[in-house]
């Protein structure tokens, strides 16, 4: 999926409280940031520890770590603070990766 259709998407998608959360959640306290992000579906930590890594979209709060490899495609990581590739990561000839520090995005 591009940029564009994701942004188009989330367009359309209706906003969400803070009490939209905690109703459907059952939480009646206050929510911090990092609350409301794991409701959402933030991940607090992401691992692409395969052999071999899928092209797609990965966001998360506190860590993405990635020692595979992405064979073909274009792979998109996106962590508030955190992203580590190891030995072993590589992107081959033809694949693309972008990374972002920046709030996780569901």
Do not use: W
């Amino acid at each position: 999926m591009s940029l564009g259709a994701q942004n188009e998407m989330d367009a359309k998608r209706p906003m969400l409280t803070v009490e939209h959360i905690e109703k459907a959640t059952g939480f009646d306290g206050e929510m911090d940031e990092d609350q409301i992000q794991l409701a959402l579906g933030c991940d607090q930590e992401i691992y692409l520890t395969s052999n071999f890594i899928f092209p797609g979209f990965y966001s998360a709060i506190d860590l993405i770590y990635a020692n595979g490899i992405l064979q073909s495609g274009s792979l998109m990581l996106q962590c508030e603070t955190e992203i580590v590739l190891d030995v072993g990561f590589e992107v081959t000839l033809g694949a693309e990766l972008d990374a972002y520090i920046d709030v996780c995005i569901p």
